[in-house]
T-cell receptor
């Protein structure tokens, strides 16, 4: 089955700097890769997702890149702000193949003013 | 906020108690999910319902019993739990069964004494 590894487990950056979180997956059949943000006391919220037929996707200050050959994908946050502080989860699944999203273990991002 | 409401937010129960967690979604989605979130572990999928029918039981112990009376409501009945069952239990919904674009509730923080 699919296995998703996520690094780093914690990340501290200064406000205005960039943050990068990386995930690797094991199943080459996986074709859908979402990222979720979980703020304290709340459930995870989808912030961006990418499919395997696309190499990069951007939405304002966040972007996700996918390398299918190496089976890894990354979340990039530019011009970080204190409100970006949260736990970020990557996930992988096979669209139209399964009900299962396999999640990474999460990265706690702290943005210091 | 997300359209998925979970009650109660916190629950403390003894090992011999019986309790139920409730989830309601106001998004018109067809699929609903129960996830378990434990510290330093990936989110674990427990159950999936699609159009009120259970489509996934991820080897969950029988002391957890789900119920989905309609597409908007999902329950998790708990009995004779163990201390290791203490965790955050998250409900989610999605437009269809392929686990894309999950909308999570804020969860029920469960403590088993």
């Amino acid at each position: 089955g699919e296995n998703v590894e996520q690094h780093p487990s914690t990340l501290s950056v200064q406000e205005g700097d960039s943050a990068v979180i990386k995930c690797t997956y094991s199943d080459s059949a996986s074709n859908y890769f979402p990222w979720y943000k979980q703020e304290l006391g709340k459930g995870p919220q989808l912030i961006i997702d990418i499919r395997s037929n696309v190499g990069e996707k951007k939405d304002q200050r966040i972007a996700v890149t996918l390398n299918k050959t190496a089976k890894h994908f990354s979340l990039h946050i530019t011009e970080t702000q204190p409100e970006d502080s949260a736990v970020y989860f990557c996930a992988a699944s096979q669209v139209q193949g399964t009900d299962k999203l396999i999640f990474g273990t999460g990265t706690r991002l702290q943005v210091f003013p | 906020e997300t359209g998925v409401t979970q009650t109660p937010r916190h629950l403390v129960m003894g090992m011999t108690n019986k309790k139920s967690l409730k989830c309601e979604q106001h998004l018109g989605h067809n699929a609903m999910y129960w996830y378990k979130q434990s510290a330093k572990k990936p989110l674990e999928l427990m159950f999936v319902y699609n159009f009120k029918e259970q489509t996934e039981n991820n080897s969950v112990p029988s002391r957890f019993s789900p119920e989905c009376p309609n597409s908007s409501h999902l329950f998790l009945h708990l009995h004779t739990l163990q201390p290791e069952d203490s965790a955050l239990y998250l409900c989610a919904s999605s437009p269809d069964r392929v686990a894309e674009k999950l909308f999570f509730g804020s969860g029920t923080q469960l403590s088993v004494l």
